[in-house]
């Protein structure tokens, strides 16, 4: 089904012209609100009016996470406090996240587009929707908590963990779509049979999957394992949440885009170019009707592909493929973004230990493994075994407290991860997605 | 009264040990005794040498990372109950062993340990009191 009729199947000019006016708009509001953004303005040289068509977009400098940090943690608000109703934000390096704010209209916003995208993947009035992504700061279990609302289904905030509980809620309550994370999805499907439950027996008919990168070979095992359809989804706060874009179900190729409120782009990750339809780059969004927390040319780091053809869905939304890797060196393990120089701090921190380490990556049964090697240099080393063991807990405690991630530690002899012409490689991910 | 003690880390993969000896014997070390504590991930090599400077030096130039803790050898008559009246008077006075191994050499007719205490001085003074023998690391080293 498709939610939003009007916007969702809109021809192609009309929704150019739709983009430009809001992109005139935002330009004009960030430019006169935020310090950071009126500043970038400046120094390139241009003002919101030298924007006069779409083209003219990639003259304007892009935004980094690193800028989001720099204005840690109101600074890229664009209205006063008083408007803003809701602060979300995602774990960050050293410890600082990035934190994003909603006005009134933009929860509304994006509990329309994540309507949108349930109704995409399937759901409709009358589904029960158990949604086992994580309640909180992070935007995935309130994202999906609010559209499944806005569009009339029944939510079970069951959110991540309890595996067991979340079965027997299976069980009984008869939920008829799941939102989850897909390796989450199939941890589940495991306890279930532990505990002598088919998930064959239950009532799923359709699953929306996100926060991670999954590949299709995982599509095919959950909807073969739990007898749904799977559908992809794919958001991040900066931009608004889960909900940016979202895969139909009728065709399963690709994420249509939200374009009447953020402005894909897709650009060389070196270069900065602007790359065409159908090539591979970094994916880069504007947000155009966002109050709290617009973002102009905000570089998301993943790496895709934009497909403009006509869907069989009816959707003239464009399609963006599905992620198949990052521009930087961020690892998303059981849907927490990890990056390794988040690890770097959290050694440093400790007396005695060197940043020498490296991140092993596994994927055991469904879930992801993190081991963090950590070379023993004299400073830590013992003749007793205690205090080494003790050092290993001590390490992995830390990692959990500040990035909240298990990860097991493993001490290594020095100088046995390997340097690659005098650079550590610091990240050995075994996972095939 | 202390015998010097080399550590070394070890990570629990095949042919590390056998790395060890091996950097020693072809530094010409001679090992008087030895003990290795393994977790499932690594293991600590404890070491008495003839050399531990050498042995140190040759070892840290392999990579390896390597300790040097004082420890005690001590004397224990060579019959029953020999080591439980040694371990008896340590704990009556509150003092611990973190971990003890036997030296290769008889020192006459007793066996000779080795112990790492937590508190080696409050050891070695208890010890005395009770007129253990206890061996010096310069004699211990040529023994």
């Known amino acids: 089904m498709i939610y939003d009729i009007e916007y969702e199947t809109m021809p192609r000019e009309a929704m150019e012209a739709i983009q430009f006016r809001r992109l005139r708009s935002t330009l004009d509001r960030v430019c006169a609100t935020v310090p950071f953004y009126r500043k970038k303005f400046q120094e390139a040289g241009i003002t919101p009016g030298d924007i006069r068509s779409l083209e003219d977009l990639r003259k304007v400098p892009f935004t980094t996470k690193q800028d989001l940090r720099d204005n840690y943690p109101f600074g890229m608000f664009a209205v006063p406090m008083d408007n803003v109703v809701r602060i979300h934000a995602s774990s960050g390096t050293t410890g600082q996240p990035t934190v994003v704010g909603y006005t009134a209209r933009d929860v509304n916003t994006w509990a329309v587009l994540m309507a949108r995208s349930l109704a995409a993947g399937g759901a409709g009035r009358g589904d029960i929707i158990h949604n086992a992504y994580g309640y909180g700061l992070f935007t995935g279990g309130l994202g999906v908590h609010y559209g499944a609302e806005k569009m009339g289904a029944s939510v079970i905030p069951v959110s991540g963990g309890n595996t067991k509980r979340q079965i027997i809620i299976m069980k009984d309550f008869g939920p008829t779509i799941i939102t989850a994370t897909p390796s989450y999805t199939l941890h589940l499907a495991e306890v279930a049979e532990e505990m002598g439950v088919s998930f064959k027996d239950l009532k799923f008919r359709f699953g929306i999957f996100g926060a991670e ?187 959990k407290e500040t990035i909240g991630v298990s990860a097991k530690v493993k001490l290594v002899e020095p100088k046995t991860i390997a340097r690659s012409e005098g650079k550590a490689v610091r990240v050995i991910d075994n996972r095939k997605i | 009264m202390h015998v010097e003690q080399i550590s070394v880390f070890l990570e629990n993969k095949s042919g590390r040990l056998a790395m060890v000896t091996k950097i020693l014997s072809e530094a010409g070390i001679n090992i008087r005794a030895l003990a290795l504590a393994d977790t499932s991930d690594f293991g600590v090599l404890r070491l008495i040498v003839d050399s531990n400077e050498k042995a140190r030096e040759a070892l840290k130039n392999s990579g390896f990372t390597v300790g040097k803790t004082n420890v005690v050898a001590v004397e224990v008559p060579d019959k029953p109950g020999g080591l439980c009246n040694i371990l008896d008077i340590l704990h009556k006075s509150h003092v611990n062993v973190e971990y003890m191994y036997a030296f290769v050499r008889q020192s006459g007719d007793n066996a000779v340990m080795i112990f790492r205490f937590d508190n080696t001085e409050a050891a070695i003074r208890l010890l005395e009191q009770n007129k253990l023998s206890i061996i010096d690391g310069s004699r211990l080293y040529s023994m």
């Open chain 1, 213 to 399: 990168p999954w590949s299709e070979k995982m599509r095919e095992e959950i909807e073969k394992k739990l007898g749904l359809t799977a559908v992809d989804i794919y958001g991040l706060s900066e931009v608004i949440g889960p909900g940016v874009a979202i895969e139909c179900y009728e065709a399963k190729k690709g994420l249509h885009i939200a374009e009447d409120h953020f402005i894909p782009e897709i650009i060389h990750p070196e270069t900065g170019e602007v790359l065409p339809y159908g090539e591979s780059g970094e994916l880069v969004f504007t947000s155009i009707t966002k109050e709290a927390f617009p973002v102009i040319r905000y570089r998301t780091r993943d790496i895709t592909s934009i497909n403009p053809e006509p869907c069989i869905c009816g959707r003239t939304l464009v399609r963006m493929e599905k992620v198949s890797g990052r521009s930087d060196d961020m690892l998303i393990i059981r849907g927490v973004n990890v990056f390794p120089s988040q690890i770097e701090s959290v050694l440093m921190e400790m007396e005695g230990v060197e940043p020498h380490y490296q991140l092993l990556v596994d994927r055991e049964g469904n879930l992801d493994n993190l081991t963090v090697m950590v070379e023993v240099g004299e400073d830590i080393f013992s003749d007793r075994v205690k205090p080494l063991q003790e050092l290993e807990k001590n390490i992995s405690k830390n990692i």
